[in-house]
């Protein structure tokens, strides 16, 4: 009873694993192209015909140059994907967040700068 469940934990650390491993472009099978968000096995298809027309993809986002994914998928699938080991880089923040972010570097310069008498 106990070794079942110490294989079952095993066989779950193993696939929680690989559910967080980036999938490379350039090596993935069509198996591990359809584990994608929205990459079905037409769209996989696609991707390895165009690895094997093209050679290997030389960033994550050209995967765009495949017929059939453009920005929307890719923004789905950027952080699922890798090539050569190297993961999409993350999206740049938004307006709001920079300005935030600049307001807060602003108010600490005041708060720093000596008072005006």
Do not use: C, H, W
């Not at 709001?96 to 720093?112: I, P």
Request: hydrophobic share 45%; aromatic share 6%; charged share 25%.
């Amino acid at each position: 009873m106990l070794k079942k469940l110490f294989i079952t934990l095993l066989a779950s650390f193993a696939l929680m694993t690989a559910a967080f491993a980036a999938v490379d472009l350039n090596t993935a099978n069509q198996a591990q192209l359809e584990s994608l968000t929205g990459i079905g096995p037409a769209k996989a298809k696609d991707i390895i015909d165009y690895r094997t027309k093209n050679g290997p993809f030389k960033s994550a986002e050209d995967i765009m140059k495949v017929p059939g994914i453009k920005e929307g998928t890719y923004a789905k699938i950027k952080g699922e994907i890798s090539v050569g080991g190297k993961v999409a880089a993350p999206a740049a923040p938004a307006k709001a967040d920079k300005a935030a972010k600049a307001s807060a570097a602003d108010k600490a310069v005041k708060a720093s700068a000596p008072a005006k008498k």
